[in-house]
C-alpha cells in the first residue's frame, strides 16, 4: 500500500484521483486546498489529514518524512500555474509525483524539472489519460501497420463554459495558458504520439474562449478548433441540450471517443505505480506547442484552416516552424 499526498483535493477533477488511489489498492494520507469544500472526501478517505494553508501542509509533510512515516506519492490537481512549485515540492519531499495536465506553462520548467529528478532520485509522472482510450489505441496500432502517408485530420472540441470560467483563474492566460493550454493540451499530445512530432504550426485564432489553426506533424495534416462558447456548437448538438462536442475525423472518417473516460485515470494509476507512466520527455512535445501558440503572431485565413471559422477569423497569425 502506497502513501498519497493530494494537492487541490477541492477541484473538478480531484475525485479521479481520489477513486485511483482507492481503487488501486493505496491511501490517501493528507490533503490540501486553500478551499474548505471537500466533502468530497468523505465518500473515500474520511481519515485523511487536511488542510487549508500551505505552510501548514509543507510542515505536516516534513514532520512525516522526519518520522520515516512520509508519503510516498504527491498528486498535483492544482491550477496550472501552481504545477510547476507543487512538482518540486513533492521532490523535494522524497515524493515521485503525479501531476494533471498540462504539467506545465513552459518548456524551460520542464527542463528544471529534470535536474530535480536527477537530484533527488524521484520521478515526475502526467496524466496523459487519451493515450490509455481504447479508440485511440486502436488507431495507433492501425496507423503504425498503415502505409506511409500524411492523413488529413480535423480536430474540434467544444466544451461550454458560463461566465464564471473567464473570473476564475481559468480565465486568466498567464494562470491557465489560455485556451489551447488549458482544454487542448492532451489532444495535442495525443496527436503528436498518434502522427509524430511537429513540422509546422500555424494559429488562425486566438481568443479567450476560441482558439483555431493548423498543425503539420510527420504523418498528418491537421486542422484544429477549440471553443468554450456554447454559441460554437453545431446546432444538432445545441438541439439535444448538449454542452461538449468532440470530433476527430481521419480522412472524413469519424474516430468515436466520446464515451470510454470512466477508469483512464485508474488506468493511469495503475501503470504508473509499476513504472510505466509518462514522464517529462512524453510531456514535453505538447508542453512547447501550447507554448508557441500561446506566443504566436497570428495569420491570414489561407491555405488550410478549420471549417468551423467559417472564414471569420477576427485576427491574423504567423507560423512557427520546428525543421
Known amino acids: 500500500m502506497k502513501r498519497f499526498a493530494l494537492i487541490g483535493v477541492a477541484g473538478y477533477v480531484a475525485p479521479r484521483h481520489l477513486r485511483a488511489i482507492r481503487d488501486t489498492g493505496?491511501?490517501?494520507?493528507?490533503?490540501?486546498?486553500?478551499f474548505d469544500s471537500v466533502g468530497i472526501m468523505d465518500s473515500?478517505?474520511?481519515?485523511?489529514?487536511?488542510?487549508?494553508?500551505?505552510?501548514?501542509?509543507?510542515?505536516?509533510i516534513?514532520?512525516?518524512?522526519?518520522?520515516?512515516?512520509?508519503?510516498?506519492?504527491v498528486s498535483i490537481c492544482s491550477p496550472n500555474y501552481l504545477h510547476d512549485a507543487h512538482i518540486r515540492f513533492g521532490?523535494?519531499?522524497?515524493?515521485?509525483?503525479?501531476?494533471?495536465?498540462?504539467?506545465?506553462?513552459?518548456?524551460?520548467?520542464?527542463?528544471g524539472l529534470r535536474e530535480i529528478e536527477q537530484e533527488t532520485g524521484k520521478t515526475v509522472n502526467n496524466i496523459l489519460q487519451l493515450r490509455l482510450h481504447p479508440s485511440l489505441m486502436a488507431l495507433k496500432e492501425r496507423i503504425s501497420n498503415g502505409p506511409d502517408k500524411l492523413y488529413d485530420i480535423d480536430?474540434?472540441?467544444?466544451?461550454s463554459r458560463g461566465?464564471?470560467?473567464?473570473?476564475?483563474?481559468?480565465?486568466?492566460?498567464?494562470?491557465?495558458?489560455?485556451?489551447?493550454?488549458?482544454?487542448?493540451?492532451?489532444?495535442?499530445?495525443?496527436?503528436?504520439?498518434?502522427?509524430?512530432?511537429?513540422?509546422?504550426?500555424?494559429?488562425?485564432?486566438?481568443?479567450?474562449?476560441?482558439?483555431?489553426?493548423?498543425?503539420?506533424?510527420?504523418?498528418?495534416?491537421?486542422?484544429?478548433?477549440?471553443?468554450?462558447?456554447?454559441?460554437?456548437?453545431?446546432e444538432v448538438v445545441r438541439?439535444?441540450?448538449?454542452?461538449t462536442y468532440r470530433s476527430l475525423r481521419i480522412e472524413g472518417e469519424e474516430i468515436e471517443f466520446s464515451d470510454g473516460?470512466?477508469?483512464?485515470?485508474?488506468?493511469?494509476?495503475?501503470?504508473?505505480?509499476?513504472?510505466?507512466?509518462?514522464?517529462?520527455?512524453?510531456?514535453y512535445p505538447s508542453i512547447e506547442v501550447v507554448h508557441q501558440i500561446r506566443n504566436a503572431s497570428l495569420s491570414s485565413l489561407t491555405g488550410d484552416y478549420h471549417p468551423m471559422l467559417n472564414g471569420k477569423a477576427t485576427r491574423t497569425f504567423s507560423v512557427f516552424r520546428n525543421e
Open 155 to 159: 480536430l474540434a472540441y467544444i466544451t
Open 91 to 111: 521532490l523535494r519531499n522524497a515524493a515521485d509525483v503525479i501531476c494533471e495536465k498540462p504539467l506545465v506553462l513552459n518548456p524551460w520548467n520542464i527542463d
Open 261 to 283: 473516460f470512466t477508469d483512464l485515470h485508474t488506468q493511469s494509476y495503475e501503470r504508473i505505480l509499476v513504472g510505466q507512466g509518462f514522464g517529462l520527455s512524453e510531456a
Open 26 to 34: 493505496n491511501t490517501l494520507v493528507t490533503a490540501f486546498d486553500k
Open 239 to 243: 438541439l439535444k441540450n448538449k454542452q
Open 44 to 60: 473515500y478517505f474520511p481519515e485523511a489529514d487536511f488542510f487549508i494553508e500551505y505552510e501548514r501542509f509543507d510542515r505536516h
Open 62 to 73: 516534513d514532520k512525516l518524512r522526519r518520522q520515516k512515516q512520509g508519503v510516498d506519492y
Open 163 to 234: 461566465r464564471w470560467y473567464d473570473t476564475s483563474w481559468k480565465g486568466d492566460v498567464a494562470k491557465s495558458g489560455g485556451i489551447a493550454t488549458n482544454i487542448g493540451v492532451h489532444f495535442f499530445d495525443v496527436l503528436i504520439w498518434l502522427f509524430g512530432s511537429v513540422k509546422r504550426n500555424v494559429v488562425h485564432v486566438h481568443e479567450p474562449n476560441k482558439a483555431a489553426g493548423y498543425l503539420e506533424l510527420e504523418k498528418a495534416r491537421v486542422r484544429w478548433f477549440l471553443s468554450t462558447d456554447y454559441r460554437t456548437l453545431p
